[in-house]
């Protein structure tokens, strides 16, 4: 079946502009989990989804993240005003509660 | 101090050869215990899941001493095809999110 699908594969977007980034779960997980991954890094969890509400955002770094879920399905993260070092790869996982979390390929965000 | 601290890299070994990956973490409340594998520029799978018991799933050995708050993987005769990052994973409880340790990166050569 699908897995976890996020688009743009690939986004590079000048310094202070509004990107968007969306994550499509596996049908019917109701978990889904947002991570940044910086270069020689490990994943770091940013927001936690369960159904349309936001269950943990404590990860986000500050107020210029956000994060919707509204239908309790696909999930978009949002950025304003970025910054350089926003510039990483945005992970989106889901999972049915408890159970494995599985990622997709990733949004390569590079801020220049 | 990180939560999850990991042995650093990179290891780069003959095929044939045993390599081991150590981890510890902070959190001693962490209820489960997983190692990732991550090929460069994808995604984190789940290699295994890491039981108290210690658990094997063929070449791969993975142990847990919560005690120690220690979690190791043993990969027996590496292959070329099991070059990638190694990543040591905890969860504190149910739905909570991953908490990933930095990862060691796997070079196998011929």
Request: glycine share 10%; charged share 20%.
């Amino acid at each position: 079946g699908a897995g976890v699908s996020q688009t743009p594969s690939n986004k590079v977007t000048e310094k202070g502009k509004y990107v968007e980034l969306r994550c499509d779960p596996i049908s019917g997980h109701t978990a889904l989990y947002w991570y940044r991954q910086s270069l020689g890094q490990g994943p770091e969890f940013l927001i936690y989804f369960q159904g349309t509400g936001a269950a943990d955002d404590s990860g986000l770094p500050n107020d210029r993240f956000f994060a919707v879920r509204p239908e309790g399905s696909v999930s978009t993260l949002k950025i304003q005003r970025t910054e350089r070092g926003d510039s990483a790869v945005y992970l989106c996982a889901s999972s049915l509660p408890g159970n494995e979390q599985y990622f997709g390929p990733g949004t390569r965000l590079t801020v220049t | 101090r990180k939560e999850v601290e990991q042995d650093p890299g990179p290891f780069n070994v003959p095929e044939g050869a045993t390599v081991a990956f150590n981890c510890t973490y902070s959190n001693s409340a962490s209820q489960s215990f997983f190692w990732y594998r991550q090929d460069c520029r994808k995604e984190p799978k789940l290699l295994m899941s890491v039981y108290s018991s210690g658990n094997e799933d063929g070449r791969f050995t993975a142990q847990l001493n919560r005690a120690s708050q220690y979690i190791s993987l043993l990969i027996r005769d590496s292959k070329l095809s099991d070059s990638a990052t190694y990543l040591c994973v905890v969860r504190n409880s149910g739905n909570t999110p991953l908490v990933f340790g930095k990862g060691t990166r796997l070079s196998v050569i011929a």
